[in-house]
């Protein structure tokens, strides 16, 4: 039988013993919970493509439009490879605090997807300079493995992304493929660069579609199936900012459900 100091030392023992455990558990919890988030706060969020027979999403008059929910996705996140470098660094866990909002529609008439934007912007940047003027941009990021989500600055080689680039000073949006910091292209591929956009700019409001073919044209891009979901996410760059490249506004994981 245990004296009573050993049995003090036994409770404490078994005190010390339960708070760590407990400690440990709340710490899986919340390292989880971030880690299906993102790392960026703010729970994951589902857009739905709805399919509209006959519809031109690219005419932001298009009465399909009306069928399409918008989900608004918080742009939370600053990060800056530009000036404070990044290497290989995943930046899931980094970047300081940002209060932008993406808001986001899409719809589908069986061959064609369409991504809408609305974003609040005081200025608009449309152009480009060999200094200080940048072009505003909107990215959309898909794992090619559809449902994963990788490392959310531009995937790993493990886990390739496939990027809708929309950028205000280009003619055409872009088809961009990487596997991790520092391996960002534009596929080599002319079938891939196959996406169209509207814009427009009117006060302080950018309005923006994407386009592209559902199907596939390479091993470049991620195809579009109906019954399908695909974890997305979105940046931003506001060119007033001198914001490009690696110097950016970032989301969370979100889902993409194709009907």
Same mark, same amino acid.
């Given at each position: ?41 703010? @729970?994951? +969020? ?5 399919? #509209?027979? /006959?519809?031109? %999403?690219?005419?932001?008059?298009? &009465? ?103 950028? @205000?000073? +280009? ?5 961009? #493929?990487? /596997?991790?910091? %520092?391996?960002?292209?534009?596929? &080599? ?71």
């Amino acid at each position: 039988m245990y004296s009573f100091k050993g049995a003090d030392a036994m409770k404490n023992a078994i005190r010390t013993c339960l708070k760590n455990i407990l400690f440990v558990a709340v710490l899986a919890v919340a390292v989880s919970g971030m880690s299906a988030m993102g790392g960026s706060g703010g @729970g994951m +969020l589902t857009i739905t493509a709805v399919y #509209v027979s /006959g519809a031109n %999403g690219l005419n932001p008059s298009d &009465p399909g439009w009306s069928s399409a929910a918008e989900v608004s996705i918080p742009i939370n996140r600053f990060i800056d490879f530009v000036e404070g470098g990044g290497g290989m660094m995943d930046c899931n866990m980094m970047g300081d605090m940002l209060n932008r909002t993406l808001r986001v529609k899409a719809l589908h008439n069986g061959s064609t997807m369409y991504i809408r934007y609305t974003l609040s912007d005081a200025t608009q940047d449309a152009s480009v300079g060999d200094t200080d003027l940048f072009g505003d941009a909107i990215a959309l990021e898909i794992p090619y493995a559809r449902t994963t989500t990788p490392p959310i600055c531009m995937g790993s080689q493990a886990d390739p992304v496939n990027i809708i680039m929309w950028r @205000g000073d +280009l003619a055409a949006p872009q088809n961009i #493929v990487a /596997g991790g910091i %520092g391996t960002v292209q534009v596929s &080599p591929d002319n079938a891939s660069q196959n996406l169209s956009r509207y814009q427009a700019y009117s006060k302080g409001v950018w309005t923006v579609i994407v386009a592209r073919p559902m199907t596939a044209a390479s091993s470049n891009q991620i195809a579009f199936t109906r019954g399908l979901s695909y974890s997305i996410a979105f940046a931003n760059w506001n060119g007033s900012n001198t914001e490009r490249n690696g110097r950016k506004g970032f989301s969370s994981w979100h889902t993409l459900a194709v009907q």
